[in-house]
């Protein structure tokens, strides 16, 4: 340490000892407390050392003496949200799907618990509240391809459309203009009459009687005799004021001549099943539930 | 450290450090007027800190019956007969804007009597530094002890654990008392000695203990001179007019023994009151010389006051040559005027304006407070739902408060688009096109309101809807304003 016995003559306070050019530097050393502050710093970080995972070896790292780990952590805390969870999930899954929403109880956690995970499964196709975009089906209207029953939508959320799993919904629509089943002037005359079925103004021109016979030799297999569609094979009723890609003639032809498939994943093995029966509910509640 | 601590040597001059070493304060046992004073507020301030979460209040089945409780799991605080929720936390600002008033109102009138009397870190200190005279002796006996050299006697070594066990036993206390005010008291007691408690209320006994102790116990003035905000602004605050205590000089210079005194006042050379004693300033709490005139190291307890008297007293001369007073009356006096004092003057009066203003908006604010509430989200994806037969439906996320405790019935009614239909989900029961629910006691009920309107007589973009909902029993009612919207 320096010995601070030279006193400068001006302020009257002690030197460092250090001199440039006959100038000298007054000694001002840090407070006490702050250097005291900083020591302990340097203490506790080699307490983390010891404590926590911290230096990289070779093949690993070194991991502390109270074998602390965020995945370690992460289990656990996933284990106690499960213990914490238990009965009331229990309940949920062991109650009967119609009689959930008698339940206030029951109904306000299956709600809870359903938006949740329809926030973090269903959402990106769907969208948060279930209002669904071009192609991807409103949950919140009247208007099912799969049919709105509690037992139709938890059907259709465990296996999926056309999912590859076996017991998915399959039927697809078929390709008419690609298949060369319709030729392009046959097709724009049945994308107008299926206009025609809900009300739609249709193009002028257009011959009503060769619409209806298009439609009733290709068409009525799956949508049925006017239209009104069949929840068996998944086939919107094409009458009403719903469209899932779009009512305008030129969305028409599209979907006659290319078929449309949309696709929904199977979650029964991604969702345990009383995570399922809160979906199902969510959905059911939404508003469009039959 | 055998002299008493020269006053001038704890003055900061510009360029001197902005830390003085900390020098022992040694403070002297007094009695008098404000020591009294202090005694007793200091007793009425560590009782309701320390029985104040023992007090019961009934509220009736299923609710908690302690009369203070910050209910930090179910989100409730109770004082008394009010219960309040977390969204009410308004009434702890009107608390802390009351409480700032009511600070600069004590300064205005009589300085620092928030410091000197009724601060915690003055309350503690003050109790720690009369366990320290209660084991060690008074001032001379301390000093003389601290000072001795050599190998430690057992004696002294029994005196200072002694001293410090109970500062640590008081510390503990304080800090468990503390967490009583965050559970059910005479339960949490009974954990605290079986070791059944939750390692969160051990943790928060050993903070407050630890903070108590350093605080109360060793860092004492400093706290007040160095940590504390209070002084620089109470400094920015005050007036002419405001009572302090102060060392009255216009009672004359100098300063001299009563012997010299004598032989000055033969002399015809002007003598003042004050005999030299450095009683005052061996009975200051934070070291400090009061004749050196106000100054921020001073927390104005008033101890030097009651000093004063006693040796004033002794000596047949007039008390009070230090007492709560101004630079106006030391002046008037000077020029051999009365002395006035006005505790009545427009800053004292804005402030008791705006403590009184405070308060009323507060007490009609709680007087008026809702039982029933109700709130209104709508469903923004979808904003608006277009059904199969051309029909428009809005849904809405409607949450019911209701902060009374029982449960009751109450009513749903929208009046928005024409024609309009409602459909509740999981509603108990619906009788006369109105869906009923119960809502439990104190909490909150979240339903789905769906509003479907037929499509021709919906024609405008957005139409207001008001919810209506009404308690059966009571007839209750609390409403909320949306929108419906056509997409």
């Keep these: 340490m320096t010995e601070h016995s030279d006193i400068d003559h001006v302020s009257g306070r002690s030197t460092t000892g250090h001199e440039w050019d006959g100038i000298k530097e007054l000694n001002t050393p840090l407070p006490r407390w702050w250097v005291i502050t900083f020591y302990a710093t340097i203490l506790w970080a080699i307490g983390y050392w010891i404590v926590y995972p911290a230096w990289p070896l070779l093949w690993g790292h070194t991991t502390g003496v109270w074998n602390y780990s965020t995945r370690a952590e992460v289990a656990t805390e996933l284990a106690n949200l499960q213990k914490v969870r238990g009965d009331k999930m229990v309940a949920l899954g062991a109650a009967p799907l119609a009689e959930i929403a008698k339940d206030p109880a029951l109904l306000a956690l299956a709600r809870a618990s359903g938006k949740t995970v329809f926030g973090d499964n269903c959402a990106p196709c769907h969208g948060t509240g279930g209002a669904g975009a071009k192609g991807y089906p409103n949950l919140n209207d009247d208007e099912w391809l799969w049919g709105g029953s509690l037992d139709q939508i938890m059907q259709t959320i465990q296996f999926g459309a056309r999912s590859g799993h076996p017991k998915t919904h399959e039927s697809a629509m078929l390709a008419f203009g690609k298949e060369g089943v319709l030729k392009k002037d046959q097709i724009v005359t049945v994308a107008n009459y299926v206009r025609s079925l809900s009300g739609l103004a249709t193009s002028p021109g257009y011959d009503a009687s060769a619409g209806a016979k298009i439609f009733a030799d290709n068409c009525t297999s799956c949508h049925a005799d006017k239209g009104k569609g069949n929840q068996e094979l998944g086939a919107p009723d094409l009458t009403d004021k719903i469209w899932l890609y779009g009512p305008d003639e030129a969305t028409l032809v599209e979907t006659i001549s290319n078929g449309r498939a949309g696709v929904m994943p199977a979650w029964v093995g991604r969702l345990d099943p009383s995570t399922i029966k809160a979906l199902t509910v969510y959905v059911h509640s939404l508003g469009g539930g039959k | ?487």
């Design chain 2, 1 to 487: 450290m055998n002299k008493p601590v020269n006053p001038t040597e704890l003055q900061l001059d510009d360029n001197g450090p902005l830390y003085v070493a900390q020098k022992k304060v040694y403070p002297q046992s007094v009695s008098g007027t404000f020591r009294r004073i202090k005694w007793g507020l200091m007793a009425f301030c560590l009782g309701v800190y320390y029985l104040l979460p023992f007090v019961r209040w009934n509220r009736g089945l299923g609710a908690p019956d302690q009369a203070v409780l910050v209910d930090l799991p179910n989100s409730r605080f109770y004082f008394f007969f009010i219960e309040l929720w977390p969204q009410e936390v308004y009434y702890f600002t009107g608390l802390l804007i009351v409480a700032a008033l009511t600070l600069f109102l004590m300064n205005a009138v009589g300085g620092r009597i928030w410091c000197g009397y009724l601060c915690p870190q003055t309350v503690w200190t003050d109790l720690f530094y009369a366990i320290e005279r209660w084991v060690e002796g008074d001032r001379r006996e301390r000093m003389r002890k601290n000072a001795a050299k050599g190998a430690m006697k057992l004696e002294r070594f029994a005196e200072i654990v002694l001293k410090h066990s109970i500062w640590l036993m008081i510390a503990w206390w304080t800090g468990g008392a503390w967490v009583l005010y965050f559970n059910d008291a005479p339960t949490l007691v009974k954990q605290l000695i079986t070791f059944q408690a939750p390692a969160i209320a051990y943790i928060w006994i050993g903070i407050l203990t630890a903070t108590t102790y350093v605080f109360a116990g060793w860092m004492r003035e400093q706290v007040c001179v160095y940590m504390c905000p209070w002084p620089r602004i109470q400094a920015a605050l005050t007036d002419e007019w405001a009572l302090n205590v102060t060392y009255k000089y216009d009672r004359g210079e100098a300063r001299t023994s009563l012997k010299k005194a004598n032989e000055l006042r033969a002399l015809g050379e002007p003598v003042g009151d004050c005999i030299d004693c450095y009683q005052c300033v061996a009975v200051c709490p934070t070291g400090i010389d009061i004749r050196n005139g106000p100054q921020l190291d001073c927390i104005q307890c008033g101890l030097c006051i009651d000093a004063c008297d006693t040796v004033m007293t002794k000596i047949g001369r007039e008390t009070r040559l230090i007492g709560y007073d101004n630079d106006i009356n030391i002046h008037r006096r000077e020029a051999g005027k009365p002395p006035i004092y006005r505790i009545v003057r427009p800053r004292t009066i804005t402030y008791a304006a705006m403590i009184a203003a405070v308060g009323a908006i507060m007490l009609y604010a709680l007087l008026t407070r809702t039982l029933l509430d109700v709130n209104v989200l709508h469903d923004r994806n979808p904003v608006a739902v277009k059904l199969s037969d051309g029909s428009i439906r809005n849904a809405y996320t409607v949450r019911l408060l209701n902060k009374r405790g029982f449960d009751r019935v109450i009513a749903i009614d929208v009046d928005g688009p024409v024609n309009a239909t409602l459909h509740v989900v999981g509603a108990d029961s619906v009788t006369q096109d109105r869906p009923m629910v119960v809502l439990a006691r104190d909490t909150t009920t979240e339903l789905r309101i769906l509003v479907t309107a037929p499509a021709e007589s919906n024609p405008e973009k957005s139409i207001p809807v008001h919810f209506r909902v009404t308690d059966i029993g009571l007839g209750e009612v609390a409403s909320a304003t949306d929108h419906f919207v056509s997409p």
